[in-house]
């Protein structure tokens, strides 16, 4: 008799653990969301911007200028696809066994070999100055989202347990060459 109330306690428990996991990982994914109802009002390079979302969460940015825009739109890519850009550009500069571990070795050597990430730094250099605001505006939206986040990372950061190095405009050039 008594080792069977030894078991439902053991068993009560083990279930109470389990719950109690359970509930901190969905409560970890859910603050990890981005927002996806209501608006957001950002300090922008030079004016206040507005992002607004309609009933199916799709973004809707209102800027004073094209760069404020810029940085906006890198600011809501930064929200919902922080893990996917971050991966492409590792994978553009031949660094994602840094995160991944030793299986990504042969891709890194390969994207190192062809050099992208280099063409990338080269081509952000030669841009047209409005190229170059543009990508540089971008790239600071992401790097506000970066610093400004009251939620935690996306899942994938925490499970790999890193987070994300400041976005450079040749992070973004390297996607149209990788």
């Known amino acids: 008799?008594?080792?069977?109330?030894?078991?439902?306690?053991?068993?009560?428990?083990?279930?109470?653990?389990?719950?109690?996991?359970?509930?901190?990982?969905?409560?970890?994914?859910?603050?990890?969301?981005?927002?996806?109802?209501?608006?957001?009002?950002?300090?922008g390079p030079s004016a206040d911007i507005e992002i607004r979302?309609?009933?199916?969460?799709?973004?809707?940015?209102?800027?004073?200028?094209?760069?404020?825009?810029?940085?906006?739109?890198?600011?809501?890519?930064?929200?919902?696809?922080?893990?996917?850009?971050?991966?492409?550009?590792?994978?553009?500069a031949g660094r994602l066994a840094e995160v991944l571990g030793a299986s990504a070795l042969g891709s890194d050597r390969f994207m190192r070999?062809?050099?992208?990430?280099?063409?990338?730094?080269?081509?952000?250099?030669?841009?047209?100055?409005?190229?170059?605001a543009a990508i540089d505006s971008y790239s600071a939206g992401i790097n506000a989202f970066l610093d400004t986040r009251s939620r935690p990372l996306p899942p994938e950061f925490q499970l790999l347990a890193y987070t994300p190095d400041p976005w450079r405009p040749a992070d973004t050039m390297v996607w149209q060459k990788s």
């Open 113 to 132: 070999t062809l050099g992208l990430y280099r063409h990338a730094e080269a081509n952000v250099n030669m841009l047209e100055p409005n190229a170059r």
């Open 53 to 92: 979302r309609d009933a199916r969460g799709v973004p809707d940015i209102r800027a004073a200028s094209e760069s404020d825009a810029f940085f906006a739109l890198g600011y809501v890519h930064a929200q919902y696809r922080l893990f996917q850009m971050e991966l492409m550009r590792r994978l553009g």
């Open 1 to 43: 008799m008594d080792s069977m109330i030894w078991l439902r306690r053991i068993g009560f428990g083990f279930a109470a653990v389990v719950a109690l996991i359970a509930m901190a990982a969905a409560l970890l994914i859910w603050t990890s969301l981005p927002q996806t109802s209501g608006a957001a009002v950002l300090p």
